[in-house]
């Protein structure tokens, strides 16, 4: 089942690559699902372009003339104007965003409950929230700066800043007020502390325009998720322990699985939009690399050189796979221990 998830995250991100270069008429030589040597290839009688199934389903390819290197096709890819080649680069990212978000609404619309921001009650009367003032029937408008619209934003909010005290803003009998300095408890899970919910919310009325809402922004939050952990990430908050790869993945699906299917349209939705914001990363090789250039191409008036180009991607995916090496070993390990 991994394997058919992996592949279709794959197929999504490399259909919109393909997509554009040919609705902007740029020469595709190759489409390619996987890495490595091919299983299944054939070339289409219309269009030139190889279609290829290869070993390794780790990732995959649209081969463009003028890509990599100079072409004489007059429609190569180095000929078209920057923001088509733009376009084509952001177009992969952009359907697994897009994908992310419609697997959302399939959750929002297949959920039992749609969790709301307005206190139904409280865990006790001893809730750290309860005593630092909030009450019930407030609907809560804001963390901290954050704005929130549903209970997973909600939730995702307070897990990530309620470890300290924050300022509080409700709509409480037609008023919106501030309550300051709320305390939440709290709770350790891999030596990282969150901050935790002790009440509970109202549901809301399951309808079209609840369920697009909800769609949208625990989308956003989610979207917002990953980039912090990102950022953490780089900051040395997390370490490779919090890391999985492939094999950590594929272990999270089959547990997903098994809760149920709810649970696994979720994980994909966060993994898809993971995928999306991941190869948008300003990063060599990634898809975000090659939108850097084409940004300092603007910036030039002029193209960088290939060689360099060249070396600088072929830095950046050696320390990819490194990671992935890394990240790999690491999660056998977990799942030997």
Known sequence: MALLIFGAFILIHELGHFFWARRFGVTVMEFSIGMGPKLISKVSEKTGTRWSLRLFPVGGFVSMAGEEEDSDDPN??????????????????????????????????TATTLGSTRIYGFASEEAKTYLSGLRA?????????????????????????????LDITVERDGERIVIEDVEFPTFTE????????????????????NVVKQSWFNSMSSMKMIWTSLIDLMRGKYGLDDM???????????EAADEGAYDLLYLCAVISLNLGIFNLLPFPALDGGHILFLIIELIRRKPVPRNIQ???NMAGLALLLLLMVVVTFKDILKLIN
Not at 87 to 103: T, Y
Not at 148 to 165: C, W
Request: proline fraction near 4%; charge should be neutral.
């Open 190 to 209: 891999a030596g990282l502390t969150f901050g935790n919910v002790d009440f509970f919310v109202w549901p809301e009325e399951k309808n079209f325009v």
């Open 244 to 254: 999985s790869g492939p094999v950590g993945v594929t272990t999270a699906i089959s």
């Open 76 to 109: 190569s890819l180095d000929r078209k104007p920057v923001w088509q080649r733009g376009m084509i680069m952001a177009a992969g990212a952009a359907m697994n965003l897009l994908l992310g978000v419609l697997l959302m609404c399939v959750v929002s619309a």
């Open 310 to 312: 060249g070396y600088i």
């Open 137 to 165: 029937d407030d609907r809560i408008i804001y963390v901290g700066r954050a704005r929130v619209h549903t209970a997973t934003e909600l939730v995702y909010e307070i897990m990530y800043g309620g470890t300290k005290p």
